[in-house]
């Protein structure tokens, strides 16, 4: 058994998420399916740039098109991505707290470590 496959997943999310407009449509598609005229103006960007970030999001496997009428809508390709990042960002956020050296420091509200 080889762990090949899974690698190649994390590093296709990684990819995704190593831009933050990328990270911001993932955020937003979150919340709720899209077209791309919402999303380029919720976060002020050309509607070109944004073709490119969601090219990206799609070749990862992240986002996936779906027909409404003569639109297209953006939304996860999986529910569970959306509960992934919710995981992500808590577990960055709590990672985020630790000094980078390790140590405890102590505060009335935690105590120490």
Do not use: W
């Not at 969601?54 to 990862?60: F, I, P």
């Not at 960055?92 to 105590?111: F, I, L, N, Q, Y």
């Amino acid at each position: 058994m080889t762990i090949a496959p899974e690698i190649e997943v994390l590093a296709r999310f990684g990819r995704a998420l190593a831009d933050p407009i990328r990270c911001q449509i993932l955020i937003l598609l979150r919340e709720a399916p899209a077209h791309p005229a919402e999303l380029a103006e919720l976060l002020g960007i050309s509607r070109t740039r944004l073709s490119n970030h969601l090219a990206c999001l799609r070749d990862c496997g992240l986002v996936v098109t779906v027909p409404v009428g003569r639109r297209i809508r953006y939304e996860l390709a999986d529910p569970r991505l959306g509960h992934a990042l919710d995981d992500l960002r808590s577990a960055v956020v709590a990672v985020a707290a630790v000094p980078a050296d390790g140590s405890c420091v102590e505060t009335p509200e935690k105590g120490c470590c």
